[in-house]
T-cell receptor, first 115, second 112 residues
């Protein structure tokens, strides 16, 4: 059974609309993350949360807003969608954030296409 | 801006052969280097990590790290068709947070 659940698996949106990507983890981890993988580009760090608090934000645009309603949830709200936002968005988690040995576990991703 | 580069872009090896993948990074202050495996339509899965200069072996996997040359390699012994996937090199910097800088990956195909 997948331990990190991302919903939906595929998402098609029109330019200018707003979408929410869902992520829940059942690993008992305290830290959660969002990464983005665009075509022909490396996997790119977006946000990290620890105990539901924002730790790091590498996303320049305020159109991307993480939302953590519970310790094991980290949703990603994207507003005013643009075609350049088309990518696969991966949620990840780890036990903590402080140790260099922390393994990052990834979900299967939400593939977003903006028309 | 830290960068991670991987080579080759793609690699085809016969079943049973050794697969060798390379990764260079831009800053010797990296904390740890990770190798992830990614199958189509799936998220990356951690395979092996290394923190100190030298080598580390786990099963069929061996990783070599040379901080002076900013180079790390992954070797897969007795490659199997099930090893066919994209292999991602990732570097962790900093003492806090778990931000990984990823390379674009090497596509490995193991032919029966």
């Amino acid at each position: 059974d997948p331990k990190i659940i991302q919903k939906p698996k595929y998402l098609v949106a029109v330019t200018g609309s707003e979408k929410i990507l869902i992520c829940e983890q059942y690993l008992g981890h305290n830290a959660m993350y969002w990464y983005r993988q665009s075509a022909k580009k490396p996997l790119e760090f977006m946000f990290s949360y620890s105990y539901q608090k924002l730790m790091d934000n590498q996303t320049a645009s305020s159109r991307f807003q993480p939302q953590s309603s519970k310790k094991n949830h980290l949703d990603l709200q994207i507003t005013a969608l643009k075609p350049d936002d088309s990518a696969t968005y991966f949620c990840a988690s780890s036990q903590g954030t402080g140790a260099s040995a922390e393994t990052l576990y990834f979900g299967s991703g939400t593939r977003l296409t903006v028309l | 801006q830290e960068k991670v580069q991987q080579s080759p872009e793609s690699l085809i090896v016969p079943e049973g052969a050794m697969s060798s993948l390379n990764c260079t990074f831009s800053n010797s202050a990296s904390q740890s280097i990770w190798w992830y495996q990614q199958h189509p339509g799936k998220g990356p899965e951690a395979l092996i990590s290394i923190f100190s200069n030298g080598n580390k072996k786990e099963g069929r996997l061996t990783v070599y790290l040379n901080r002076a040359s900013l180079h790390v390699s992954l070797h897969i012994r007795d490659s199997q068709p099930s090893d066919s996937a994209v292999y991602l090199c990732a570097v962790r910097y900093g003492s806090s947070g778990n931000k990984l800088i990823f390379g674009i990956g090497t596509l490995l195909s193991v032919k029966p």
